[in-house]
Nanobody, 126 residues
Framework: QVTLVESGGRWVQAGGSLRLSCAAS????????MAWFRQTPGKAREFVAA????????TYADSVKGRFTLSRDTAENTGYLQMNSLKLEDTAIYYC???????????????????WGQGTQVTVSL
């Protein structure tokens, strides 16, 4: 029903910035949440941030709060994750996810999301 296409991941020097994009296509309900998760080998998938499509309410993991910012372009069905002041520990595969039919709050649980992108690699180095 929904396809997510991610882009923007690349190598970046510590302290630099990146903007990841997640373009959604297909039919959803009128109420959806888009979230970003990240994962490194040997670690569990980690919640990064989420945005409610209607109204733009956001929530962020403590580890990225103040550095990462979510936004969306409703006309293009695309969400963005602006990442500033990148740290070595931000290195991961970043996944975009969509929850079709949100609950009362923005979920930080990966199991609650219905659709996933292919992932895009972000590598932060000195």
């Amino acid at each position: 029903q929904v396809t997510l296409v991610e882009s923007g991941g690349r190598w970046v020097q510590a302290g630099g910035s990146l903007r990841l994009s997640c373009a959604a296509s297909g039919r959803t309900s009128t109420s959806v949440d888009m979230a970003w998760f990240r994962q490194t080998p040997g670690k569990a998938r980690e919640f990064v941030a989420a945005i409610r499509w209607s109204g733009g309410r956001t929530t962020y993991a403590d580890s990225v709060k103040g550095r990462f910012t979510l936004s969306r372009d409703t006309a293009e069905n695309t969400g963005y994750l602006q990442m500033n002041s990148l740290k070595l520990e931000d290195t991961a595969i970043y996944y975009c996810a969509l929850k079709d039919g949100p609950g009362w709050g923005l979920s930080e649980n990966a199991a609650r999301y219905d659709y996933w992108g292919q992932g895009t690699q972000v590598t932060v180095s000195l």
